[in-house]
T-cell receptor, first 113, second 115 residues
């Protein structure tokens, strides 16, 4: 009964490859997000999706593309991976209503070699 | 834009010591404020939150009060345990609701509790 689940938990890949990270939430939330946590533990939002519409796209390279097949899923696809993409990626979701609440997945540790 | 500043770590304390982790913020409007905790090798867990001025969030012995006049949301605990060792993040949401803005995080404070 995991609320926000991400797969895989660990991902090791070579430079130049294309990879995807999947995220699913069973909370009925309207908005989903992707965050990147760098080696210094700093967390920064990458994208958010609300009702299949991209709301935020921070200064993220266009090699990163979020894909939302439905309200419960927001996958992160990364093309032409670079060493600097190595990080922990967290998916999260929140309701669009007045009560603030963000639920995070357990993270995907991406290592580019 | 919105920003969150929290004290740099690591913060090392002995068990049963009093804990304060400072957090101040800059935001327009009336943000909601949060503390998240990340235990080693794990994801982010919501520790507590406050949605309006003078609200006090509390959980697991931790407390933080939303101080609009000083734009602060300091985290406190009266007696820490070894199991409290983790990284603590202060964060804000630019809207009172869940909002598509997402969260703006501070840089995190690594807390180490020694027995």
């Amino acid at each position: 009964d995991t609320a926000v689940s991400q797969t895989p938990k660990y991902l090791v890949t070579q430079m130049g490859n294309d990879k995807s990270i999947k995220c699913e939430q069973n909370l009925g939330h309207d908005t989903m997000y992707w965050y990147k946590q760098d080696s210094k533990k700093f967390l920064k939002i990458m994208f958010s999706y609300n009702n299949k519409e991209l709301i935020i796209n921070e200064t993220v390279p266009n090699r990163f593309s979020p894909k939302s097949p439905d309200k419960a899923h927001l996958n992160l696809h990364i093309n032409s991976l670079e060493l600097g993409d190595s990080a922990v990626y967290f998916c999260a979701s929140s309701p669009a209503s007045s009560a603030p609440g963000y639920t995070f997945g357990s993270g995907t540790r991406l290592t580019v070699v | 834009g919105d920003s969150v500043t929290q004290m740099e770590g690591p913060v090392t304390l002995s068990e049963e010591a009093f804990l304060t982790i400072n957090c101040t913020y800059t935001a327009t409007g009336y943000p909601s404020l949060f503390w998240y905790v990340q235990y080693p090798g794990e994801g982010l867990q919501l520790l507590l939150k406050a949605t309006k001025a003078d609200d006090k969030g509390s959980n697991k012995g931790f407390e933080a009060t939303y101080r609009k006049e000083t734009t602060s949301f300091h985290l406190e605990k009266g007696s820490v345990q070894v199991s409290d060792s983790a990284v603590y993040f202060c964060a804000l949401s630019g809207h009172s609701g869940g909002g598509a803005d997402g969260l703006t995080f501070g840089k995190g404070t690594h807390l180490i509790i020694q027995p």
